[in-house]
Structures are given as structure tokens and as C-alpha cells.
């Protein structure tokens, strides 16, 4: 289906609304997540995943460990779908992820639409294509986080840039297990990530739950996969670019996240591409 310009301003405008009026001010996070993990199925040499088709509706996708707690997002854009019932999930799913993420303050990211809707869920991807935060090993857990992203067809530069936007949101004990957020500015988009992580002196959470490091005043976590990034010598001067320059995190980030939002669809829409 072709939308035109006007369509996806209007479709946008609905995006930026919804999060004006949402009580919590917490559904902006929990979009661009949703964004991501419809998007990061991608596999680049069976071509297969990614954000065509939204096979996330369907189970099994929807019940994978990784998208715990993601109906809140899918749900909040329900009425929005309603709205506008010629845009498919997948370019709305998109759409927001990357309205979303201007809204909190971040750069504005390249949108084109084009994708299709699976119609049930023979699209959807076998479970493990999405990152485990913990292999219980400082090594295979930086191997773990490498081999997703490269798979993808991302680079050491581009997946420490898109892991950035854990700048944003928390994780919840009833989706992930984990808890806590990574900055003190939750909702806004910002390269506090990599400061914070730099800046810190990270120490094994002593609690119930799985293993996540905090800082020292208990209020900021890490999962052991944010800590990878400070490991591994290579994916660390990257952390310190991005910290002394949210200029360059910026440009890295919105061209990272266009790409994993557009990697695997093939009929996207040049005519009306939008945020540029
Ligand atoms: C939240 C893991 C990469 C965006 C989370 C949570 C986990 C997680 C466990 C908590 C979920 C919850 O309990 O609600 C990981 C791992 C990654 C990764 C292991 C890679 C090694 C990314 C990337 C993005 C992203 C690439 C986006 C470009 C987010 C956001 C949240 C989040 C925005 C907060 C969601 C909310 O507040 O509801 N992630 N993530 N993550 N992740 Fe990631």
C-alpha cells in the first residue's frame, strides 16, 4: 500500500498525542523497545525477521521470553490503528519507535513506509534471535552481544550506539526480571548512558533476582550486557566516544536505528520518507 506524506504526519501527529497525554510518562521507552524487537529478529543471511509483517501479534512471537511486557506498547497503538486502519502494524510499530524517540528529545530518524502485515503466523521467527542479557561469563556474554548484532549486519560502532538508548526506560521485574533504569533522566533521550556507565563504579546487585550491577547508591542498574560494552576493549571506545560527544552519538544512533528498521523490507516507499 502506498501512504503519502500527509498520511504519515497525520499518523505521527496521533504518536506524539498519545504520549502528551499518557499518565505515567513512561509509554515512550516501551514504544521504542517494542520498535526494536519487532526489528531485531533480522537475519541477514537467511533474509528472514525483521520489521516486515509484525509477526510479534501472532504466538509463538508474541509469548518469546524477550517481548515480555510488550503487549502495553502494542496495545497503547490500538486505537491509533483504528484511526488509520491503511497503515499496517509494522509501519506504525516503526513509526512510533522513531516518533517516540524525537519526542523524548533524540534525533529525528529517516522513516520510510512499505511494510506489510503477516497474515498469521507462519512469518514468525524461531525464539533466540533477540539478546540475552547474561551468558553468566564476561566472555561469552560479549561474544553473545557481538554475535546478535553481527548477524544483523550491524558493527562494533553501530550496536554500542543503538544499545544507547538505554538511556531510556527501566526494566521491570514482571517483563524482564530486572529492575530499575539506567539514568536519572528516563524519558529523555540523551548520552547519559555511556557517562553514567564510564563514571561509575559498578558492583553485583545483592537481591532474589538475576544478576544486574548497580552503582553506588543503588538507584541506577546495569545488565551484564551494558557492562560488556565497558569489557570489551574494542566496543569501550565507542562508550568513551559517545560520552564526550552526543553530537556523534546522535548521528551514529539515528542512522543505526533506520537501518534496523529497515532491515529485511523490500518494499519501502522513497517518495514519501519522512524526518530528514
Ligand atoms: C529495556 C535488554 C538492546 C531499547 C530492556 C530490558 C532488558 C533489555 C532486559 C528490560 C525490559 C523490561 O523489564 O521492561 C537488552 C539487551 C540488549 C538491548 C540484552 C542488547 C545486548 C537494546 C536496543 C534498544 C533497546 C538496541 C533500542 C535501540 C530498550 C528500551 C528499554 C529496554 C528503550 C526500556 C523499555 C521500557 O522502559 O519499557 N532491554 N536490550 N535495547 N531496552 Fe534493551
Redesign the pocket.
Same mark, same amino acid.
Given at each position: 500500500s502506498v501512504v503519502s506524506k500527509e498520511h504519515i504526519a497525520a499518523v505521527a501527529a496521533a504518536i506524539h498525542d498519545l504520549l502528551d497525554n499518557e499518565e505515567e510518562g513512561?509509554?515512550?521507552?516501551?514504544? %521504542?523497545?517494542l520498535?526494536?524487537?519487532a526489528s531485531?529478529t533480522y537475519d541477514k543471511e537467511s533474509r528472514t525477521g525483521g520489521s516486515d509483517g509484525a509477526t510479534m501479534r501472532f504466538s509463538p512471537e508474541s509469548d518469546h521470553g $524477550?517481548n $515480555?511486557? +510488550?503487549h %502495553?506498547?502494542r496495545n497503547a497503538l490500538e486505537p491509533i490503528k483504528k484511526l488509520f486502519p491503511d497503515f499496517t502494524y509494522a509501519d506504525l510499530w516503526t513509526l512510533a519507535?522513531a516518533v517516540a524517540i524525537e519526542h523524548m528529545g533524540g534525533p529525528n530518524i529517516v522513516w520510510r513506509p512499505g511494510r506489510h502485515d503477516a497474515k498469521d503466523a507462519s512469518e514468525c521467527t524461531p525464539d533466540g534471535r533477540?539478546?540475552?542479557? #547474561?551468558k553468566g561469563q564476561v566472555g561469552a556474554t560479549i561474544r553473545? %552481544?557481538r554475535a546478535?548484532?553481527n548477524r544483523q549486519g550491524f558493527d562494533d560502532r553501530e550496536?554500542v550506539a543503538?544499545?544507547? $538508548? @538505554?538511556?531510556?526506560?527501566?526494566? @521491570?521485574?514482571?517483563?524482564?526480571?530486572?529492575?530499575g533504569?539506567w539514568t536519572r533522566a528516563?524519558t529523555t533521550f540523551s548520552n547519559l548512558y555511556y557517562k553514567e556507565l564510564l563514571e561509575n563504579t559498578w558492583t553485583l546487585k545483592s537481591w532474589d533476582g538475576p544478576d544486574q550491577f548497580e552503582d553506588p547508591t543503588g538507584d541506577l542498574m546495569m +545488565?551484564?550486557? #551494558?557492562m560488556?560494552l565497558v569489557w570489551d576493549r574494542d566496543f569501550r571506545k565507542y562508550v568513551v566516544e559517545f560520552a564526550n560527544d552526543e553530537e556523534a552519538f546522535f548521528k551514529a544512533?539515528a542512522s543505526?536505528?533506520q537501518k +534496523?528498521e529497515e532491515n529485511g523490507v523490500s518494499a519501502l516507499n522513497n517518495s514519501a520518507a519522512s524526518g530528514k
Open positions: 513512561d509509554l515512550g521507552p516501551t514504544l %521504542v523497545r520498535a526494536w524487537h531485531g $524477550a $515480555a511486557g +510488550l %502495553v506498547a519507535g533477540l539478546p540475552d542479557a #547474561d553473545h %552481544v546478535i548484532f550496536m543503538l544499545i544507547g $538508548a @538505554h538511556a531510556l526506560g527501566r526494566c @521491570h521485574t514482571d517483563r524482564s526480571g530486572y529492575t533504569p528516563p +545488565l551484564p550486557s #551494558d560488556a544512533f543505526a536505528f +534496523l
